[in-house]
């Protein structure tokens, strides 16, 4: 049972090692796992079998966030094929810097607009569009096993997680307005 802590997380549900997860799939075999697992199934087992049901559903909890999140399942599998993630390393791209301080003041107009709702809308539907082509790109670099596959893999990455987060930043104006 316990052998189950040195397994990575697509092992652990039975998944294939790939960007391209099946939510359903993942979401099915998280439940069964929490049926068999959840601390309430162990209240009257021994302490070791007690913590070490809670230390399952910590891991089988954390492994569920991980591969359902296409941000956080990109930066777990670049770690599994050895990537070193470092979040202050900034890109050096130059072209994607320019165009990160061009989407910063593209968010400062929005923010500033007269038609704030329809300039919300309209941005917040192209960072989505572009969040939907970065995953397509991730799953391909993720398909190439080469190291030129990684190499793209990190950079797409890089940019997921700056439109992430400038996503979120759209969103959080949004909620304000609410």
């Not at 309430?40 to 809670?54: G, L, M, Y």
């Not at 891991?59 to 993630?85: C, F, H, M, V």
């Not at 539907?125 to 939907?132: F, G, P």
């Amino acid at each position: 049972m316990e052998s189950i802590f040195s397994k990575d997380y697509f092992t652990l549900f039975s998944l294939p090692v790939a960007y391209d997860v099946d939510q359903e799939v993942l979401t099915r075999r998280y439940r069964e796992m929490q049926g068999m697992i959840h601390p309430d199934r162990f209240v009257n087992a021994t302490e070791k079998e007690r913590r070490v049901s809670v230390q399952m559903t910590a891991l089988s909890n954390e492994a569920y966030q991980t591969l359902k999140s296409p941000l956080k399942r990109a930066r777990y599998l670049l770690q599994l094929r050895g990537a070193d993630i470092d979040d202050a390393v900034t890109n050096k791209d130059i072209a994607f810097l320019t165009e990160q301080i061009e989407l910063r003041e593209r968010l400062d107009e929005v923010r500033h607009s007269d038609d704030i709702d329809s300039e919300l809308h309209k941005f917040a539907s192209e960072l989505q569009s572009r969040i939907v082509n970065l995953q397509q790109a991730l799953q391909d670099a993720f398909a190439d096993d080469a190291s030129a596959g990684l190499a793209k893999a990190q950079r797409l990455y890089d940019e997921m997680q700056f439109i992430s987060r400038l996503n979120d930043e759209l969103n959080e104006i949004e909620d304000a307005r609410d």
